[in-house]
């Protein structure tokens, strides 16, 4: 939609007012009666704040809140496509380079059971962990092969204006996006500088406590609004290695 210019504005706004005092003097020339004129005008002005309040901060605030609720509705449809694509893959190949993942993931293993307070408490405990990434432990090269495969999906994420709106989401994708990059301009994995691995696993550990997190959160929007999508995440759970997709 073209914008008004401002002079325009200006412009509409005086004749507004100037019919309005126009049509004061029709009334006072044809009935004589300031008195009644006062009234009205007093009363009309009065009426305006209550107006102010009940359009600008009453139902702009429930149509905010509704915009809001369906903005995230579509975004978490947006994270759902990402981790069935290429974020469950990501979480095993990430957590294959995790030194203390099997200590650690058994704390992943969400349920059922889980609380809101539990969801809260695990975010914590990921916001302060020091994931610990051994270059060597995981396969770099599939990793590479991965992220190459599902570059142009990643590409397409990036381009949803819809995501401005989920800072957190957006960050993992600029450092998955990254780490693809930085993978696929080697031509190689194997035999490189200790100094090029040590870069690498830096880029995976930021990757990796970024996907960690959105994970969790994601199950926790499954959980609260789709029990039979969290159903199979549960049963597809990656920290998990006695998961299992058959439902017993």
């Known amino acids: 939609m073209k914008k008004i210019p401002l002079y325009r504005q200006i412009l509409f706004g005086l004749l507004l007012v100037f019919l309005s005092v126009l049509f004061y003097l029709i009334h006072f020339a044809f009935f004589r009666d300031a008195h009644h004129i006062f009234i009205y005008l007093v009363g009309d002005i009065a009426f305006v704040f209550i107006e102010v309040l009940l359009?600008?901060?009453?139902?702009?605030?429930?149509?905010?809140?509704?915009?809001?609720?369906?903005?995230?509705?579509?975004?978490n449809m947006v994270i759902g496509a990402f981790f069935s694509e290429v974020g469950m893959s990501l979480l095993k190949h990430f957590w294959a380079f995790d030194a203390e993942a099997q200590n650690f993931g058994k704390h992943l293993n969400v349920d059922n059971e889980w609380s809101p307070e539990h969801f809260d408490k695990m975010e914590e405990i990921l916001k302060?962990?020091?994931?610990?990434?051994?270059?060597?432990?995981?396969?770099?090269?599939?990793?590479?092969?991965?992220?190459?495969?599902?570059?142009?999906?990643?590409?397409?994420?990036?381009?949803?204006?819809?995501?401005?709106?989920h800072e957190e989401f957006t960050e993992l994708l600029w450092a998955v996006f990254h780490l693809a990059e930085e993978l696929s301009h080697r031509k190689n994995v194997h035999g490189l500088p200790d100094t090029d691995y040590d870069h690498l696993a830096g880029d995976i550990k930021r990757a990796s406590g970024l996907l960690?997190?959105?994970?969790?959160?994601?199950?926790?929007?499954?959980?609260?609004?789709?029990?039979?999508?969290?159903s199979l995440a549960v049963r597809t759970n990656p920290f998990n290695p006695q998961a299992s997709v058959e439902v017993k």
């Open 212 to 230: 960690v997190r959105e994970w969790l959160s994601y199950m926790e929007h499954l959980k609260g609004n789709y029990p039979y999508l969290f």
């Open 55 to 75: 359009v600008t901060l009453i139902i702009h605030q429930v149509l905010s809140e509704r915009e809001k609720r369906a903005m995230l509705k579509k975004l």
């Open 128 to 165: 302060n962990r020091d994931f610990k990434i051994d270059i060597h432990k995981g396969d770099i090269e599939q990793l590479r092969s991965l992220l190459i495969d599902k570059r142009a999906f990643l590409l397409r994420l990036l381009e949803n204006p819809n995501l401005l709106e």
